[in-house]
C-alpha cells in the first residue's frame, strides 16, 4: 500500500514561513516524480512545484518562483516545499503528488496523493 503523509501546515502571518513535508512508503521512492498542488474552495486545483526523480530538475509555478523551493530527500523518501515570504493568497489545502508521468506540471498524470496540509496565511 502506497502512503503519502503531510505535515507542516498551520497559520501564519503574511511574510512568514512554512515548511511542508511529505512521507512517502509503500513503494520505490525513487523512481518518481513528485509533485505539489494546492486548491482552495472554489478555485481549481493548481500547480505548485515539482521536481524529478533524482532531483536534477524543479519547476515552479510563476506565482511561487523566488519564493518557494522544492527539495527531496531518496534516503528518507520525503520531499519537502520551503516556503518563504508567504501571501494571504497562497492560502489553501496543499497536497503532495506522486507518479511516473512524464508532465509533471498536471495533476491528472500523478498516481498517488497525500491527505492534505492546510496552509493559512494571514493579513
Known amino acids: 500500500q502506497v502512503q503519502l503523509v503531510e505535515s507542516g501546515g498551520g497559520l501564519v502571518q503574511a511574510g512568514g514561513s512554512l515548511r511542508l513535508s511529505c512521507e512517502v512508503s509503500?513503494?520505490?521512492?525513487?523512481?518518481?516524480?513528485m509533485g505539489w498542488f494546492r486548491q482552495d474552495p472554489g478555485k481549481e486545483r493548481e500547480f505548485v512545484s515539482a521536481?524529478?526523480?533524482?532531483?536534477?530538475?524543479?519547476y515552479y509555478a510563476d506565482s511561487v518562483k523566488g519564493r518557494f523551493t522544492i527539495a527531496r530527500d531518496n534516503v528518507n523518501n520525503e520531499v519537502y516545499l520551503q516556503m518563504n515570504n508567504l501571501k494571504p493568497d497562497d492560502t489553501a489545502v496543499y497536497y503532495c503528488a506522486a507518479g511516473d508521468n512524464q508532465d509533471v506540471r498536471r495533476w491528472n498524470g500523478y498516481d498517488y496523493w497525500g491527505q492534505g496540509a492546510q496552509v493559512t496565511v494571514s493579513s
Open positions: 509503500g513503494t520505490t521512492f525513487s523512481r518518481l516524480n
Open positions: 521536481i524529478s526523480r533524482v532531483g536534477l530538475n524543479a
